[in-house]
């Protein structure tokens, strides 16, 4: 008579929480939305973002930012200013910067990255 051979097996389980990105509270699954928005700060690259929110605090955000939605021209999916790429617009407002520091007496490279001086004095100047 042979005896069986017990195997015992570890079993794990993970639960998984996540909580609302405005107040911290858990987030029935059924009541999740990712709502997701990106920020272009003249002289700074687009950072995009996205909060985890229950309905409720979607409805929150949305009055918030109302405001700002109100005054905006929508631009559509995929588009980018005047419908170029954000590099070309990166590499036209060099050029640009780099036209003007010749022009009032900065020393610039014809190319590189252009010093944050140097930015800064070209906005103020244009604004």
């Not at 997701?36 to 690259?45: A, D, I, M, S, Y």
């Amino acid at each position: 008579m042979t005896l069986g051979r017990v195997v015992a097996t570890l079993v794990r389980i993970q639960r998984i929480e996540i909580l609302d990105d405005m107040d911290g509270e858990p987030i029935d699954p059924d009541d999740f939305n990712r709502v997701e928005f990106e920020v272009k700060l003249p002289g700074r690259r687009p950072v995009r973002y996205c909060l985890d929110l229950r309905s409720a605090n979607v409805a929150r955000f949305e009055t918030g930012i109302a405001e700002y939605v109100g005054m905006a021209t929508r631009v559509p999916a995929g588009d980018t200013t005047a419908g170029t790429s954000t590099r070309t617009q990166a590499r036209r407002r060099n050029q640009a910067i780099r036209r003007w520091a010749q022009e009032n007496g900065y020393e610039v490279s014809t190319r590189g990255r252009l010093s944050a001086d140097l930015i800064e004095a070209f906005e103020a100047a244009v604004s």
